[in-house]
């Protein structure tokens, strides 16, 4: 079975500063997906950032950029230009090739700060 | 069009009584997921539906639980003679398809509180 760790249960970041969130997994797959949702207070899950494991350079959509090394096992989400509403809990997930549901990290609460 | 929504936004229930929750997924998306979000377990799956059958339950807890969708569209899940341990957010996701890249929409989930 895969897991997935997010080792900073909480961050902070100035506005307009860069912050980076951290993320690990364990599978014996060669072929998956990754992704990096946003939950604001609303519960609302918003997807940021997907990562296909056969494609070697780093997703980026806008502000948002992944450090994706696959044989290390890591997922790491970069946040630049952070904004205020940027302030959410993220989840790091996988999905396997083959199947259908994601399993999801213990998430991150990051708090920008003005 | 509109996103996936779900109903109630939240629920209070006394333990003991059956609840349903309802989601209503995007237009055409054939794949429906089942999450469950709560203090002490995070995020689980629960169900996934491909059109109208359910291939995998596996995240289901117990037999108390159990979901259904008809008409490839809307799903409904039962949670009977409910727990304390229950109480969550119960969050449904809908996507075009099941393979590949495809993103899972989200709701904003039901929160279930039982007393």
């Known amino acids: 079975a895969q897991t997935v760790t997010q080792s900073q249960p909480e961050m902070s970041v100035q506005e307009a500063e860069t912050v980076t969130l951290s993320c690990t997994y364990d599978?014996?797959?060669?072929?998956?997906?990754l992704f990096w949702y946003k939950q604001p207070p609303s519960r609302q899950m918003i997807l940021v950032i997907r990562q296909e494991a056969y494609k070697q350079q780093n997703a980026t959509e806008n502000r948002f950029s992944v450090n994706f090394q696959k044989a290390a096992k890591s997922f790491s989400l970069k946040i630049s230009d952070s904004q205020l509403g940027d302030t959410a809990m993220y989840f790091c997930a996988f999905r396997s090739n083959a199947g259908n549901m994601l399993t999801f990290g213990g998430g991150t609460r990051l708090m920008v700060k003005p | 069009g509109a996103g996936v929504s779900q109903s109630p936004s939240n629920k209070v229930t006394e333990k003991g009584k059956d609840v349903e929750l309802r989601c209503d997924p995007i237009s055409g998306h054939t794949a429906l997921y089942w999450y469950r979000q709560s203090l002490g377990q995070g995020l689980e799956f629960l169900i996934y539906?491909?059109?109208?059958?359910?291939?995998?339950k596996s995240g289901l807890p117990s037999d108390r639980f159990s979901a259904e969708r008809t008409g490839g569209s809307v799903s409904t899940l039962t949670i009977q003679r409910t727990q304390q341990e229950d109480s969550a957010v119960y969050l449904c996701?809908?996507?075009?398809?099941?393979?590949?890249?495809?993103?899972?929409?989200f709701g904003p989930g039901t929160r279930l509180t039982v007393t």
């Open positions: 599978t014996s797959e060669s072929n998956y997906y």
């Open positions: 539906f491909q059109g109208n059958s359910a291939p995998d």
């Open positions: 996701a809908s996507s075009l398809d099941r393979t590949g890249v495809y993103e899972q929409y």
